[in-house]
């Protein structure tokens, strides 16, 4: 067995795992791969999908409690004090002892009091503690809010496809527009071969006195209009080729594999229809602006309900004052918010919302109705040209041998150099006809497969398919 040297290897490996760095021929599968990996806008709509899932993700921190480090610095006018008639004033419940029963007077200990100052509160106040918050019935606001995150992130997978639907046209018309430029650059070149005879033949008959001299003229000015016209088509597919290159992101220029093709048959329309109902992305937008208003009407809804939330406080530092002293290092509880009168319009804001989903089911109606058309229409233009591309086969059939009885009718003297270039002429843009309808059924089925989310399938009708040459040579047969 024959051992091929490393590098060899090496270089093919590197070739197949790339498309980037060299000039080859693609298939229309391939192509796909290649866009979907180097377009900026489907590129752009998996960040906004990335985005939408973070966000939904943070939704769910909504459950947790909410845990703070604080500080606090205050300034008071003046310490806070307290003498002793203040404190003495203060107390209640003091036993009514006689006079002389400790043996000081009532009045020389108040008086005696009144002179004593304490420090409560020091005039510079500085504080810190952990305080924590945790929800605990919020009335269903919280779920809500995490079921609108849900609805947005859905939302933009949903936009990620519709994207990914619109390339995929995309690609469609700039590859299969090469392959049919480059048909019709071949379809030119067949003419102006046979014009290059007929003209050759020309100069002979009229060296030989067969022909007048104006027929040889009419078939060099015929050559020369065809040349104008190959060189026309072949700078068309220049252009053609250079979009599809940038379209897919290469450096050099990508050549397409595949051709134009058509099948014998399609699948049944209401197998497009009820797929595209079921799939289509559009739909599925819809669908999460739907949740997203029902999310809305709920939290509305939520304010009507009281709050409940357990709290906690943990002092880090509290200073040496007597009131810090007396301050505990802990504490917790359990609050509830109740909400009386509010300056949101909840009542109006809930209509609102309601208006909002009922919109959405109205536009969801309609959109049903409307892709059901689109199907079908453009189902309809599939088959339309399914029947052009078979129809015209018979013309180049027919096409075909007029101009064979017109070449031998002119080399016999018997007709004219115009009726030959017409003859040339007619076969050239009849085929050029018939790849136009068939590139016209390429652009159909791969919308159809993109409606219904099937582009994966496009192989199956490549494999099935019959080319126009193909069918040209069948017919013939």
Known sequence: MKIRSLPLVVGALLGALSFGSYAAEVSFDEAWQLLQQNNNSLAAQRANVERYGHLQDASGSLNLPKVTLGANYTRLDQDVTLNGSQFADSLSGVPNIPAGALGLDLGQVASALGGITSTIENQDIFTSSIRAVWPIFTGGRIT?????????????????????????????????????????VDTRMAAEKGLTKHRDFAIKLEEQG???????????????????????????????????????????????????????????LDAFVDQTLNTYPGLAILDAKEKQASSLMKAEKGKYFPEVYAYGDYSLYHGDSLA???????????????????????????????????????????????????????????????DEVQGLNTSIQLAKENLKLRQKAFSQGLGRSLDVVDAELYLASVKTQQDAASFQYLLSLNKLLALSSEMNNFSTYKYNAITPAQLRTKDAS
């Open 144 to 184: 809500a809010a995490q079921t609108a995150a849900e609805g947005k992130k859905e939302e933009a997978q949903s936009q990620l496809a519709m994207e990914v639907q619109a390339r995929y046209e995309d690609l469609s018309k700039y590859y299969f527009s090469v392959v049919l430029a480059r048909n019709v």
């Open 210 to 268: 067969q022909i007048a001299r104006v027929e040889r003229l009419q078939a060099e000015a015929s050559l020369a209009k065809a040349v104008v016209e190959r060189k026309k088509a072949q700078h068309s597919l220049d252009i053609a080729e250079a979009a599809l290159t940038q379209v897919l992101g290469q450096s050099e220029t990508v050549e397409p594999r595949d051709q134009l093709f058509i099948n014998e048959n399609l699948p049944p």
């Open 324 to 386: 810090g002293q007396l301050k505990p290092d802990w504490l917790v509880g359990i609050g509830v918010s109740v909400p009386l009168l509010e300056n949101t319009g909840r009542s109006e804001q809930m209509k609102a919302a309601n208006s909002a989903v009922s919109q959405v089911q109205f536009l969801k109606k309609q959109a049903k109705q409307d892709l059901s058309v689109l199907v079908e229409k453009t189902y309809l233009e599939a088959q339309q040209a399914l």
